[in-house]
């Protein structure tokens, strides 16, 4: 099993959609995840992180479910400029040391 | 927010050189910096992790000698690519985090793009 496994899609969801992503990880030590977006030929930039009890910034809500080892995204009402790949991060620490593991990323297209 | 700044952001070489790429975090101490290597339409894959004043972690499968990290100081970690090929074109980025902020994400370079022709 991958350390962290995400369904590479593409989704193609009309504008305003509703679409949700999750994400499984194997580690179930693991301490601290993230959503990351990477636009085409672009460096990821940070999303949003992911809390316990779950959090909502505007029309993006992560959700964490520890007991079946999944963080999940919902965008609501998608626009066009959603279309990206989004990553998903789960980083570990030990001793002092942080490991960082990429999911492989959801492809996401809005269409008009 | 915090900055890394990653440079060259691209850089065509001939077989056999060597490049080094260079991370600097500009307004915070960067204990860890990653580096990262993303293929066309692939996710970004971990090479390495560095520690400042630490020797670098590799990945399985990937050649510490071929790939040499320095971390010398809190706000700069070079990757030097050695005798490159072509098979080592790809994207090249680094990220860096401060112990104990994590949750905040890592702040990622801006990627190197090397060809190797």
């Known amino acids: 099993r991958k350390e962290v496994e995400q369904d590479p899609g593409p989704f193609n969801v009309p504008e305003g959609a509703t679409v949700a992503f999750n994400c499984t990880y194997s580690n179930s030590a693991s301490q601290s995840f993230f959503w990351y977006r990477q636009d085409c030929r672009k460096e990821p930039k940070l999303l949003m992180s992911v809390y316990s009890s779950g959090n909502e910034d505007g029309r993006f809500t992560a959700q964490l479910n520890r007991a079946s080892q999944y963080i999940s995204l919902l965008i609501r009402d998608s626009k066009l400029s959603d279309s990206a790949t989004y990553l998903c991060v789960v980083n570990d620490e030990s001793g002092g040391y942080q490991k960082v593991t990429f999911g492989t990323g959801t492809k996401l297209q809005v269409i008009p | 927010g915090a900055v890394v700044s990653q440079h060259p952001s691209w850089v065509i070489c001939k077989s056999g050189t060597s490049v080094k790429i260079e991370c600097r975090s500009l307004?915070?101490?960067?204990?860890?910096m990653f580096w990262y290597r993303q293929f066309p339409k692939q996710s970004l894959m971990l090479m390495a992790t560095?520690?400042?004043?630490?020797?670098?972690?590799?990945e399985q499968g990937v050649e510490k000698d071929k790939f040499l990290i320095n971390h010398a100081s809190l706000t700069l970690s070079t990757l030097t690519v050695t005798s490159a090929h072509p098979e080592d074109s790809s994207f090249y980025i680094c990220?860096?985090?401060?112990?104990?902020?994590?949750?905040?994400?890592?702040?990622f370079g801006s990627g190197t793009r090397l060809t190797v022709v």
């Open positions: 990220s860096a985090s401060t112990r104990g902020s994590f949750d905040y994400g890592y702040t």
């Open positions: 560095s520690n400042e004043g630490s020797k670098a972690t590799y």
């Open positions: 307004d915070f101490q960067a204990t860890t």
